[in-house]
T-cell receptor, first 116, second 116 residues
Framework: QQQVKQSPQSLIVQKGGIPIINCAYE??????FPWYQQFPGKGPALLIA?????SEKKEGRFTISFNKSAKQFSLHIMDSQPGDSATYFC???????????????FGKGTKLSVKP | DAGITQSPRYKITETGRQVTLMCHQT?????MFWYRQDLGHGLRLIYY???????DKGEVPDGYVVSRSKTENFPLTLESATRSQTSVYFC???????????????FGEGSRLTVL
């Protein structure tokens, strides 16, 4: 019930393409769904996040789509650039909960390569 | 500089030795976390702490010990290192879990540990 399943494990696209990374969760108590971006040799950093009261959120070239009934959410990167090459992690948690459900549960990550 | 720092960044040790990874944050965040990152497993939570002197197990706590005598420090100790503990370790911090707090994690740059 605590798992977050992420796919694909790796993804190669050409510059300008639109990579899509998918995640599915099981715990219906989760109400916060962030994506973290990690460059080689660095720690992950928050990229964009969504709450279940909206179905889509855009920040620049990054968009999260959220489907509450299917318990799925995805990250789309518009007009991808070589600088977007990184590992992307989806995650889920319950907001404002002091116990373990308040801890982020991460997917296993997707390594994205954007070719020039 | 403000932020979260880990030391050492790289460590090579031998099986059976004790190793301590240090983590220091300057934000006075209530929560601190230790994750390990392994290929194919993503980020797995080892231990977390909600405040000084309060720690709790995560997903993979076996073989690790933590303490938190001061809010800003959260050391992770491998009491008798094993080869399976070869990994990249990330420390992270977040603010409290009050109503509405999303618990954004701020990660350090990681400590790469090799156990021979």
């Amino acid at each position: 019930q605590q798992q977050v399943k992420q796919s694909p494990q790796s993804l190669i696209v050409q510059k300008g393409g639109i990579p899509i990374i998918n995640c599915a969760y099981e715990n219906t108590a989760f109400d916060y769904f962030p994506w973290y971006q990690q460059f080689p040799g660095k720690g992950p950093a928050l990229l964009i996040a969504i709450r279940p009261d909206v179905s889509e959120k855009k920040e620049g070239r990054f968009t999260i789509s959220f489907n509450k009934s299917a318990k799925q959410f995805s990250l789309h990167i518009m007009d991808s650039q070589p600088g977007d090459s990184a590992t992307y992690f989806c995650a889920a948690s319950k907001v404002g909960y002091g116990g373990s459900q308040g801890n982020l549960i991460f997917g296993k990550g997707t390594k994205l390569s954007v070719k020039p | 500089d403000a932020g979260i720092t880990q030391s050492p960044r790289y460590k090579i040790t031998e099986t059976g030795r004790q190793v301590t990874l240090m983590c220091h944050q300057t934000w006075s965040h209530s929560y601190m976390f230790w994750y390990r990152q392994d290929l194919g497993h993503g980020l797995r939570l080892i231990y977390y702490s909600a405040a000084a002197d309060i720690t709790d197990k995560g997903e993979v706590p076996d073989g690790y010990v933590v303490s938190r005598s001061k809010t800003e420090n959260f050391p992770l100790t491998l009491e008798s290192a094993t080869r399976s503990q070869t990994s990249v370790y990330f420390c992270a911090s977040s603010e409290g879990r009050a109503q509405g707090d999303t618990g954004e994690l701020f990660f350090g740059e990681g400590s790469r540990l090799t156990v021979l």
